[in-house]
């Protein structure tokens, strides 16, 4: 069963700093991307980086551009978002997502990830960035 689980979530001030894990399990090889999205209350679920399964490859939504990075540890089986210079509105719930194919898929440049082209979903971690 593939299973997805999130975690490093939670408050910081503006400008501070979190990371965000997402520990992989039931993948029978590496060739999975993973992505990161995020849901701000009322909102839409809006697609923020991706790695390939190699992870020679990362996009990343334009606003997080040069803030965030992402990674991974495939003989962990983890991803990582480090999210630097946070902003008010960075607030959101943050959902890691894997598509069993090396590449992120379809995407609009700037925009992140596509949200219909992964399959497995985590249940998300919240980070609030308030003062």
């Known amino acids: 069963q593939l299973q997805l689980v999130e975690s490093g979530g939670g408050l910081v001030q503006p400008g501070g700093s979190l990371r965000l894990s997402c520990a992989a399990s039931g993948f029978t090889s590496d060739y999975y991307a993973i992505g990161w999205f995020r849901q701000a209350p009322g909102k839409e679920r809006e697609g923020v980086s991706c790695?390939?399964?190699?992870?020679?490859?990362?996009i990343y939504l334009d606003s997080v551009e040069g803030r965030f990075t992402i990674s991974r540890d495939n003989a962990k089986k983890m991803v990582y978002l480090q999210m630097n210079s946070l902003k008010a509105e960075d607030t959101a719930v943050y959902y890691c997502?894997?598509?069993?194919?090396?590449?992120?898929?379809?995407?609009?440049?700037?925009?992140?990830?596509?949200?219909?082209?992964?399959?497995?979903w985590g249940q998300g971690t919240q980070v609030t960035v308030s003062s």
């Open positions: 997502a894997a598509r069993v194919y090396e590449l992120c898929g379809s995407y609009y440049v700037g925009e992140g990830p596509t949200r219909s082209e992964f399959d497995y």
């Open positions: 790695i390939t399964g190699s992870g020679s490859r990362a």
